[in-house]
């Protein structure tokens, strides 16, 4: 198993990428502040590509700012872009990266009906309800995403087989993520709508590499099309990056989430997403007091945070699928 160097501190993490100007697509044509609809006139799907779930993570906005310019339109059905929290997004900056991440916190966490129903208020909670709307007419939803510490890029498909399938479909990254999500609150795509078994509605979201790092904006380019193509929205003059040689998809579920239940959680080496440890039992790292060990041969460690805070998801465990 590969050993990395130590991560830079919080604040030395280099900005490669330009925050895109998105001001064009702010007042949208929705009713929705940032949210953009394009309608083809032909039956099929809504298709939501959506953004900036958190303030800091550019890669996304830089692709449907990139797609929006280029006058994409759909073959069929409905096609909406859709640029989440602006107002963490406007406080960027490079010299400060991760503060921006959200205002007062995580909109990631908050699709709950019970949540999303109840008296409590946020920046970033009022957002989400200013947009439930909007969520609760799509049918196939792909939440662009980024990540923090080095890491393979993958897609988390949340729980239902219709999540996965949607995934592998969409081919790119072809490392594919079962799991159940956060101890401290629910995803969208774990929202109702799509994590229900029984509704045909799927989504899925794209970590398609480190912030503020030009392969991850390629890579989540690549996603977009995957999933278009897939769904036959994207015609042959889109401007669309081509199709990448078929690789093959590997499909893990995880096993085990692990929270830092203390604020001393630390690994015993500095891992990287997509490591694989190959035996059960094996230390991994410590919880003040508590070992954190592999339960199977051939652990996955999803996207371990080098730094956890305590109550935040720390690494997830994954097994992978045989055949």
């Known amino acids: 198993m590969a050993s990395y160097p130590l991560a830079s501190p919080l604040l030395d993490f280099k900005v490669r990428i330009c925050p895109p100007d998105i001001a064009p697509w702010i007042a949208g044509n929705t009713g929705i502040a940032g949210f953009t609809t394009l309608e083809s006139n032909r039956p099929g799907p809504h298709v939501a590509l959506l953004s900036l779930m958190h303030g800091n993570e550019l890669a996304g906005a830089i692709v449907l700012d990139r797609l929006l310019r280029a006058g994409l339109r759909p073959e069929k059905g409905r096609l909406s872009f859709g ?3 602006l107002a963490a997004f406007e406080r960027f900056d490079p010299l400060r990266p991760t503060a921006s991440r959200f205002l007062d916190e995580d ?3 908050v699709w709950d009906e019970t949540i999303l129903n109840g008296p409590r208020h946020s920046i970033e909670l009022d957002r989400a309800r200013e947009f439930r709307s909007f969520v609760d007419s799509v049918d196939v939803l792909l939440d662009l995403h980024s990540m923090l510490w080095p890491s393979e890029a993958l897609i988390l498909s949340g729980v239902p087989a219709k ?6 479909a969409i081919g790119t990254p072809p490392l594919v993520i079962a799991d159940h999500g956060h101890a401290n609150g629910r995803r969208l795509i774990d929202y109702t709508r799509f994590s229900r078994p029984e509704t045909p509605y799927a989504a899925c ?5 480190q912030h503020w790092e030009q392969a991850t904006v390629d890579t989540m380019h690549a996603s977009v099309a995957g999933l278009l193509r897939h769904l036959g929205m994207a015609g042959p003059d889109a401007s669309l990056p081509p199709a990448p040689q078929p690789v093959a998809i590997r499909v893990a ?3 085990a989430a692990v929270t830092a239940m203390t604020s001393n959680f630390n690994f015993v080496q500095t891992f990287r997403g997509g490591d694989i440890v190959p035996h059960r039992d094996t230390l ?3 919880d003040g007091d508590i070992e954190i060990r592999t339960p199977h041969d051939n652990c996955l460690l999803v996207m371990p945070s080098l730094r956890p805070s305590r109550g935040h998801t720390a690494v997830r465990l994954g097994r992978f699928e045989v055949g």
């Open 205 to 209: 979201l794209v970590e398609a590499g």
């Open 163 to 168: 999540g996965r399938d949607l995934a592998r």
């Open 107 to 109: 909109m990631n966490r």
């Open 284 to 286: 991994i790292a410590t």
């Open 83 to 85: 640029f989440l929290n």
């Open 253 to 255: 579920t995880v096993t």
